[in-house]
Nanobody, 121 residues
Framework: QVQLVESGGGLVQAGGSLRLSCAASRIIFSIDDMGWYRQAPGKQRELVAAITNGGGTTNYADSVQGRFAISRGNAKNTVYLEMNDLKTEDTAVYYC??????????????WGQGTQVTVSA
């Protein structure tokens, strides 16, 4: 079973920065895309940012456009989320995900355990 291991969350003041990292525990045969969702208390989980295999296409929530940047690592099973100019409304648990396929073309999807990001005023 593949695990996604996240790191980099924490407490930061508004206007500050954090960098989240996510790495799969083993190489995936074929990755379609990786990215980050977040869920704030009492709210639905929402897509924050996503990046396709090879990094050719990125997608951001309107609320983070221009402040957050998603990238893939040199190790193809890693993804990063650089978060700048953080706002109190960015406070949430951030979840990494990976979608891909096995050698037999079966679709797979994995999720991290979540990392807390708290932005104080």
């Amino acid at each position: 079973q593949v695990q996604l291991v996240e790191s980099g969350g924490g407490l930061v003041q508004a206007g500050g920065s954090l960098r989240l990292s996510c790495a799969a525990s083993r190489i995936i045969f074929s990755i379609d895309d990786m990215g980050w969702y977040r869920q704030a208390p009492g709210k639905q989980r929402e897509l924050v940012a996503a990046i396709t295999n090879g990094g050719g296409t990125t997608n951001y929530a309107d609320s983070v456009q221009g402040r957050f940047a998603i990238s893939r690592g040199n190790a193809k099973n890693t993804v990063y989320l650089e978060m700048n100019d953080l706002k109190t409304e960015d406070t949430a648990v951030y979840y990494c995900y990976l979608r891909g396929r096995t050698k037999m073309r079966r679709e797979i999807e994995y999720w991290g355990q979540g990392t807390q990001v708290t932005v104080s005023a």
